[in-house]
């Protein structure tokens, strides 16, 4: 069994690929670094082929995909926290699905700051992000709705969705997903 480890910055997915390596021996033949920046599509798209090259599509080569690219708290760009902890997500899933054993796991890494931000939503959006009916193009229309409130705060309580949060926000539309 493999394991390939996708990091948009090499080097960085290099140096943790050698820690994993130093923390396990026999490991060096089993961890694979994948160049893959979920920001960009063609970046997605090339990393799965890359997939499909080394591994095949028959079987099926994954049995998991864990789903751990984010920016953090710290950021205040919305349309760059949304990019990544949420679109990145519906990317990579919509590119490696396809890929993965129908036994396989897929495991999308959060934090309680999304279902803070939905408690602090009001009511009708509360309902909103509990909704399992809830469709793709619903989330992307929030996603949309968001973005064309420039950061402005009143605009963006006026979608019932309390304080501006990106973080806890991306958190909540990717538990959606």
């Given amino acids: 069994m493999s394991v390939v480890l996708g990091a948009r910055d090499p080097d960085r997915g290099g140096a943790a690929i050698e820690s994993l390596c130093r923390r396990q021996s026999g490991w060096e033949s089993r961890l694979e670094l994948l160049e893959l920046d979920v920001t960009?599509?063609?970046?997605?798209?090339?990393?799965?082929?890359?997939?499909?090259?080394?591994?095949?599509s028959d079987p099926a080569p994954l049995y998991g995909l864990v789903n751990n690219a984010g920016i953090g708290l710290g950021s205040d760009d919305m349309a760059a926290v949304l990019d990544v902890n949420t679109l990145g997500?519906?990317?990579?899933?919509?590119?490696?699905?396809?890929?993965?054993?129908?036994?396989?796991?897929?495991?999308?890494?959060?934090?309680?700051?999304?279902?803070?931000?939905?408690?602090?939503?009001?009511?009708?959006?509360?309902?909103?992000?509990?909704?399992?009916?809830?469709?793709?193009s619903d989330i992307q229309g929030l996603i949309d709705d968001v973005l064309s409130t420039q950061g402005d705060p009143e605009r963006f309580r006026a979608l019932g969705l309390g304080d501006i949060n990106a973080y806890g926000l991306s958190k909540a539309c990717v538990s959606l997903y």
């Fill in 40 to 56: 960009c599509q063609h970046s997605v798209l090339s990393a799965r082929d890359a997939v499909l090259a080394r591994f095949g």
């Fill in 89 to 136: 997500v519906k990317r990579v899933c919509d590119a490696y699905i396809p890929l993965a054993a129908s036994s396989g796991r897929i495991v999308n890494v959060s934090s309680a700051s999304g279902p803070r931000f939905v408690s602090q939503s009001s009511l009708q959006r509360q309902h909103f992000f509990q909704d399992p009916t809830v469709e793709w």
